[in-house]
Protein backbone atom coordinates (compact mmCIF):
# COMPACT_ATOMS: atom_id res chain seq x y z
CA UNK A 1 0.00 0.00 0.00
CA UNK A 2 2.95 2.29 0.71
CA UNK A 3 3.95 2.37 -2.57
CA UNK A 4 0.95 3.13 -4.27
CA UNK A 5 0.39 6.05 -1.85
CA UNK A 6 3.47 7.28 -2.57
CA UNK A 7 3.04 7.00 -5.96
CA UNK A 8 -0.44 8.77 -5.92
CA UNK A 9 0.76 11.61 -3.53
CA UNK A 10 3.34 11.98 -6.57
CA UNK A 11 1.00 12.54 -9.17
CA UNK A 12 -1.50 14.46 -7.77
CA UNK A 13 1.33 16.89 -6.91
CA UNK A 14 1.86 16.73 -11.08
CA UNK A 15 -0.89 17.70 -12.07
CA UNK A 16 -1.34 20.23 -9.34
CA UNK A 17 1.83 21.79 -10.63
CA UNK A 18 0.93 21.17 -14.01
CA UNK A 19 -2.62 23.46 -13.38
CA UNK A 20 -0.67 26.03 -11.03
CA UNK A 21 -2.39 25.07 -7.55
CA UNK A 22 -0.73 26.84 -5.21
CA UNK A 23 0.94 24.64 -2.28
CA UNK A 24 -2.30 24.47 -0.08
CA UNK A 25 -4.20 23.38 -2.63
CA UNK A 26 -1.56 20.31 -3.08
CA UNK A 27 -1.48 19.66 0.60
CA UNK A 28 -5.34 19.41 0.70
CA UNK A 29 -5.91 17.86 -2.62
CA UNK A 30 -3.43 14.92 -1.70
CA UNK A 31 -4.30 14.65 1.98
CA UNK A 32 -8.34 14.04 0.99
CA UNK A 33 -6.93 11.66 -1.71
CA UNK A 34 -5.39 9.69 0.52
CA UNK A 35 -7.52 9.54 2.77
CA UNK A 36 -10.38 8.52 0.95
CA UNK A 37 -8.19 5.84 -0.99
CA UNK A 38 -7.50 4.32 2.08
CA UNK A 39 -11.45 4.33 3.43
CA UNK A 40 -12.16 2.73 0.55
CA UNK A 41 -9.07 0.13 0.52
CA UNK A 42 -10.54 -0.81 4.51
CA UNK A 43 -14.28 -0.92 3.11
CA UNK A 44 -12.96 -3.22 0.82
CA UNK A 45 -11.45 -5.67 3.67
CA UNK A 46 -14.13 -5.67 5.87
CA UNK A 47 -16.56 -6.79 2.48
CA UNK A 48 -13.78 -9.53 2.16
CA UNK A 49 -14.27 -10.36 5.73
CA UNK A 50 -17.86 -10.12 5.76
CA UNK A 51 -18.40 -12.40 2.33
CA UNK A 52 -15.28 -14.96 3.96
CA UNK A 53 -13.10 -14.53 0.72
CA UNK A 54 -9.75 -14.34 2.43
CA UNK A 55 -9.91 -17.83 2.23
CA UNK A 56 -8.58 -17.70 -1.14
CA UNK A 57 -5.46 -16.29 -0.40
CA UNK A 58 -4.51 -19.71 1.09
CA UNK A 59 -4.18 -20.41 -2.17
CA UNK A 60 -1.30 -18.06 -2.75
CA UNK A 61 1.61 -20.20 -3.23
CA UNK A 62 3.75 -18.98 -0.58
CA UNK A 63 6.90 -18.38 -2.93
CA UNK A 64 4.27 -15.52 -4.49
CA UNK A 65 3.80 -13.96 -1.13
CA UNK A 66 7.68 -14.24 -0.15
CA UNK A 67 8.56 -12.27 -3.67
CA UNK A 68 5.96 -9.83 -2.67
CA UNK A 69 7.26 -8.78 0.62
CA UNK A 70 10.59 -9.05 -0.76
CA UNK A 71 10.02 -6.59 -3.23
CA UNK A 72 7.86 -4.27 -0.63
CA UNK A 73 11.04 -4.26 1.98
CA UNK A 74 13.97 -3.68 -1.19
CA UNK A 75 11.66 -0.81 -2.20
CA UNK A 76 11.26 0.89 1.53
CA UNK A 77 14.65 0.11 2.26
CA UNK A 78 15.66 2.17 -1.21
CA UNK A 79 13.78 4.72 -0.72
CA UNK A 80 14.92 5.48 3.18
CA UNK A 81 18.18 5.62 1.37
CA UNK A 82 16.96 7.86 -1.23
CA UNK A 83 15.20 10.00 1.70
CA UNK A 84 18.27 10.60 3.94
CA UNK A 85 20.45 11.61 0.56
CA UNK A 86 18.18 13.58 -0.34
CA UNK A 87 17.26 12.04 -3.88
CA UNK A 88 14.20 10.52 -4.92
CA UNK A 89 13.59 6.53 -6.22
CA UNK A 90 10.10 6.39 -8.43
CA UNK A 91 11.11 2.40 -9.06
CA UNK A 92 13.10 -1.00 -7.43
CA UNK A 93 15.29 -1.08 -9.96
CA UNK A 94 16.29 2.69 -10.44
CA UNK A 95 19.46 3.99 -8.77
CA UNK A 96 18.93 7.17 -6.44
CA UNK A 97 18.87 10.73 -8.20
Not at 5 to 25: F, G, P, R, T, W
Not at 32 to 57: D, E, K, P, Y
Request: aromatic share 10%.
Amino acid sequence: GLIFLSSMASQIVVYCKEHNYDDSHMLATATVGLGLCTAILGFGLVAMGRFRLAQHVRRLAIPVVGAYLAYIGWFCGQSGLALMAGGTVSGPGEKCK
